[in-house]
Structures are given as C-alpha cells and as structure tokens.
T-cell receptor, first 110, second 116 residues
Framework: GDSVTQMEGPVTLSEEAFLTINCTYT??????LFWYVQYPGEGLQLLLK?????DKGSNKGFEATYRKETTSFHLEKGSVQVSDSAVYFC?????????FGQGTELSVKP | GAVVSQHPSRVICKSGTSVKIECRSL??????MFWYRQFPKQSLMLMAT?????????EQGVEKDKFLINHASLTLSTLTVASAHPEDSSFYIC????????????FGPGTRLTVL
C-alpha cells in the first residue's frame, strides 16, 4: 500500500550545521509530495512541495527534490538556525487524504 | 490567504462532559475538512473526513458516537467529543481543502483537550 517512511529523530544539530532529513515513499503513479513543519504547540504549516518528478521545492532555505528513481524526497538545509527547531513531516497525498511520515524532531542548539 | 482557525485553543474539562471544537476557514470556502488527532511525539492520525452538507466519513477504529462531526457550511466544521474521558485527552487538529488547492491541506493551529 501507499506509505511514507521518514528518518527517525530526534535530530540535534548546532547552529549553522547542514541538515538532511530522509523521506522515501511507496505509491502507485507519481503523486505530489509535501514537507510540513510543526512548531511546538502549533498546527502544521506547508514548508514546500513538489508536484512531479525532478521538481525541486524550496522555501526559507529548505530544499527537497522529487526523485522518482529512488522514490525519495529528502529535506535539506545548508545552515540551520535555532528557529528551525520543530517537527518535520513528509506527506503524500493519496485519494484526497494525506499520508504522513512519522515525523522527525529537529533541535538546533546555539 | 488560506487561513484556518480553531476554537478553543485549549480546553480542560471534567470526565463525562462533552466538548465542542470549531474549525473555520477564514478567507476561503472549504470543500472538504479533515480532523486529526495527535499524541505527544507522534504523527497525525486521521479521524474523519467531512464534506459540507453530508455525513462525515470516519477512519477505521474511530467511534462515530464518541467523535461527532458536523460540517454545516463551507467555512465551518465542528468536532464534538461526547462524554469525554481522560483517554480522550489529546491534541486535535483540523485541516481544509479548497477548490483550487488541489491536494494541499491547510491546517488549523490545533486544540489541546485535557480531560480530568
């Protein structure tokens, strides 16, 4: 069945470090892919998206490329900030619903 | 644009009382709204999908008589937790789809329910 697998957290980095959060998916066809971010005590916000293979989504310094050949959508940021501390969810829209990965908690220390 | 609000943001109630949570799309008409439940340090669990003017579709294992969903208009959906018990304590989040958003859901800020 359709599914999303994310790298397990928590991930702890120092400020200005490079971030990668892995996300792979299983789905029929070529759906869109999303990364959502959840700050403490809040709902989810769309961080970036890609609607077809080889698309690169980007926002706030974060990037992710839709790789059909590896069925992946890894999230990257070159230099993280303390304010990036949050939980990140990879998501796959299927049949009008969103299938979420388990979430990866990121903690950035000054 | 595409702002979703929830009210209340936090509620504490005694066991046995019913609690209503509102989800509103503030600047758009929501063709479909979703209700999720999130436990600490976990992902979101979809509870139900609702379309304006029709009955909600519940996910397997979600009690329809416990979690009552009403989608009365294109901008309002409500979740009522009937006769709440401590095990119903959780973070409840709603989201909405617009006609133009295709499959991108817009999320509310969540409601923290604590049942004593």
């Amino acid at each position: 069945g359709d599914s999303v697998t994310q790298m397990e957290g928590p991930v702890t980095l120092s400020e200005e470090a490079f971030l990668t959060i892995n996300c792979t998916y299983t789905a029929t066809g070529y759906p869109s892919l999303f990364w959502y971010v959840q700050y403490p005590g809040e709902g989810l916000q769309l961080l970036l998206k890609a609607t077809k293979a080889d698309d690169k989504g980007s926002n706030k310094g974060f990037e992710a490329t839709y790789r059909k050949e590896t069925t992946s959508f890894h999230l990257e940021k070159g230099s993280v900030q303390v304010s990036d501390s949050a939980v990140y969810f990879c998501a796959l829209p299927i049949g009008g619903k969103l299938i979420f990965g388990q979430g990866t908690e990121l903690s950035v220390k000054p | 644009g595409a702002v979703v609000s929830q009210h209340p943001s936090r509620v504490i109630c005694k066991s046995g009382t019913s609690v209503k949570i509102e989800c509103r799309s503030l600047d758009f008409q929501a063709t479909t709204m979703f209700w999720y439940r999130q436990f600490p340090k976990q992902s979101l669990m979809l509870m139900a999908t609702s379309n304006e003017g029709s009955k909600a579709t519940y996910e397997q294992g979600v009690e329809k008589d416990k979690f009552l969903i009403n989608h009365a208009s294109l901008t309002l959906s409500t979740l009522t937790v009937a006769s709440a018990h401590p095990e119903d304590s959780s973070f409840y989040i709603c989201s909405a789809l617009t006609r133009r958003s295709y499959n991108e859901q817009f999320f509310g800020p969540g409601t923290r329910l604590t049942v004593l």
